[in-house]
């Protein structure tokens, strides 16, 4: 037990010493809660154009967590960093020396970056809600509370999704030991693959029904979804879906030349 906590103050030291973990923290909260206040303020102007189907379907609380669609690629960027920039500069090979164990080496970052994005991620989640609901209030339009049905759940589960999120970049950025093919193979995944299964054949939008990203983020509604009625099982197959790609990854990261 010693060794692995060793091994994992030896990483939290390597990331916090890093500018652009910091960079990427504060980028991850101005450009969310940025991101938040336009959301809001839109939505509360398209309020007298809606038709009364969508008064019907009318979800504040999904309104203020928008900002997970650009949270969930900052998240990603310091999941795929956690990995990656040991490879660019050449440390991992002294890591490697220091602590050859690898499971326990990527275990510890693994953990790490679990850690720091499931923190990171429900302090915006629950930001972005106490500044996005005021914000649709003040409007005149109909707003949320905590304490309502499914609220709770729906803000912590953006906190977990973008969690999620950055556990699977760890996996990319070990995966393929470089930055650049990590975030791009990361976009692909949870934005232009969404963005374009319109455009696929009708044979194979049955595989979009289960795609990950789009089946977890309805978690973050409190409004029934007819397309994924039981949500929270969604973000359960898509943290199982993660973890596969955890496993290949330390599957690679033992039997690879460094």
């Known amino acids: 037990m010693r060794p692995a906590v060793h091994t994992l103050h030896a990483e939290w030291i390597k990331l916090r010493s890093l500018r652009s973990t910091w960079y990427t923290l504060a980028c991850l909260f101005a450009v969310g809660l940025g991101i938040t206040a336009l959301a809001a303020n839109g939505a509360g102007r398209d309020w007298d154009t809606l038709s009364e189907a969508d008064r019907l379907a009318w979800d504040p609380t999904e309104h203020s967590l928008t900002s997970y669609i650009v949270a969930q690629l900052v998240i990603g960027v310091l999941g795929i960093l956690v990995v990656t920039s040991e490879f660019a500069t050449g440390l991992m090979r002294t890591t490697l020396t220091a602590t050859p164990r690898r499971g326990r080496v990527l275990a510890a970052k693994v953990a790490l970056a679990a850690a720091v994005a499931v923190v990171a991620g429900e302090v915006l989640m629950f930001a972005a809600f ?129």
């Open 130 to 258: 106490l500044i996005g609901q005021p914000l649709l209030a003040r409007q005149g339009v109909p707003s949320a509370e905590l304490g309502d049905p499914g609220v709770l759940s729906a803000v912590v589960a953006g906190g977990l999704y973008l969690a999620a999120i950055a556990l699977l970049a760890v996996g990319l950025g070990t995966v393929m030991r470089a930055t650049a093919g990590a975030l791009a193979t990361l976009v692909g995944i949870i934005l232009l693959v969404p963005a374009l299964a319109g455009l696929f054949p009708s044979w194979m939008q049955g595989v979009f029904d289960y795609w990950p990203t789009i089946g977890g983020a309805a978690a973050m509604g409190t409004v029934a979804d007819p397309d994924y009625p039981h949500p929270w099982l969604n973000l359960g197959g898509m943290c199982l879906g993660v973890a596969a790609v955890l496993a290949v990854a330390f599957v690679l990261f033992r039997r690879r030349d460094v």
